[in-house]
Structure formats: structure tokens, C-alpha cells
């Protein structure tokens, strides 16, 4: 398998979310009440999975790979526009996040924002998952023999054990700290 399965893998899933996310905004233009529990569980998982597994193996690993290679300049510009748009979708999630507090600190008029947050998250991921998918991932393989390869397969499985790790101890923490319990550390 290549490097860039498990990547396109991870596409799909994030593809899967944006069907949701679509529902919802479906949802709030009929005039239904804001789902504060699913934007919640939204910002999680674009901040979990989509940013710090995905973009995080894309950026640390293969993006990392990639800079030590002489890139065609058409590639090497995709590659900085992932870059950028990575932390477009940084600050979109974080937008999101902070329509949503509004609205649980009973701000109603924060729903437009919330909405356009949704929209924007929803209408932006489907073109940057394209570009990489079409336009990135498949030239880029070009630039590994089989062994880096087969050594990028790996650095993925072993970067994917560290989060989960990393993912549920910290939330162990945050539910520790909330309840004025000692992390261990």
C-alpha cells in the first residue's frame, strides 16, 4: 500500500462528517434550533481528526519528506497552499467554536455566525480534499522508492498510536482538572 491510503482513508471519514454537517445546516435554514451538542463534537473531531491526525501525518511526515526533495515548482505550490489552507481550517473550526459558546452563553444573535461557520467548514473541505486527492497526493509518490515508502507506511501506524494516547490523556486531564483532581504528571 501506498503512503497516500491511509491519507485518502482519512478523506472519506472527513467526507462522512461534511455529510452530517451539510444536514445540519440543511437543518437551521428550515429554522430548527442550533445543535450545540453536534457542533461540539464537530470542533472535536476536525480539531482531533481532521487536523491533528490527518494534516498532522500530512505536514510531519509528508509534507517533512517532501521538502528534502527537489519538488517540481508546481508541486511545491500546491504543497504551500495545503499549507496555508490547513490553517484556514484552523481558524474556521475555531470560528465555529466560538459561535457555538456564544450561543450556549445564550447570545441567539451569534446564530448567523454559527450558521455561516457551519457553511464555511462545509463548503471549504470538499475542494482542499480534491486538491489533494487529485491534484498532490498520487505526483508526489513519484519522489519514494519503495523502501521510503514502506518507511512512511510505518511512521503513519506509529504517529496514529501516539494520538490516541495523546488524544485521551488529555482529555483525562481536562476532566481531572475540571473536578480539581492532580494529573499524575
Known amino acids: 500500500m501506498w503512503p497516500i491510503g491511509p491519507l485518502m482513508h482519512e478523506h472519506r471519514l472527513i467526507e462522512r462528517m461534511l455529510a452530517v454537517m451539510v444536514q445540519e445546516i440543511a437543518s437551521l435554514e428550515a429554522g430548527a434550533p442550533p445543535g450545540l451538542e453536534l457542533a461540539g463534537q464537530a470542533v472535536w473531531f476536525f480539531r482531533a481528526y481532521a487536523d491533528r ?38 481558524a474556521m473550526v475555531a470560528t465555529l467554536e466560538r459561535a457555538r459558546e456564544r450561543l450556549l452563553g445564550g447570545q441567539q444573535e451569534a446564530r448567523a455566525e454559527f450558521l455561516e461557520a457551519l457553511k464555511g467548514l462545509a463548503g471549504f473541505y470538499p475542494g482542499h480534499i480534491l486538491k489533494e486527492d487529485k491534484q498532490f497526493f498520487f ?47
Do not use: N, T
Open 53 to 90: 491526525c490527518h494534516h498532522g501525518k500530512e505536514e510531519d511526515i509528508l509534507f517533512r519528506d517532501l521538502k528534502k526533495v527537489s519538488l517540481a515548482p508546481d508541486l511545491a505550490r500546491i504543497m504551500a497552499e495545503l499549507e496555508q489552507e490547513h490553517r484556514q481550517g484552523r
Open 139 to 185: 505526483p508526489c509518490m513519484e519522489y519514494f522508492d519503495a523502501d521510503a515508502k514502506a518507511a512512511m507506511l510505518e511512521e503513519f501506524r506509529r504517529f496514529d498510536q501516539r494520538l490516541v494516547h495523546e488524544l485521551f490523556g488529555r482529555q483525562v486531564e481536562r476532566w481531572e482538572a475540571a473536578r480539581g483532581l492532580a494529573s499524575p504528571r
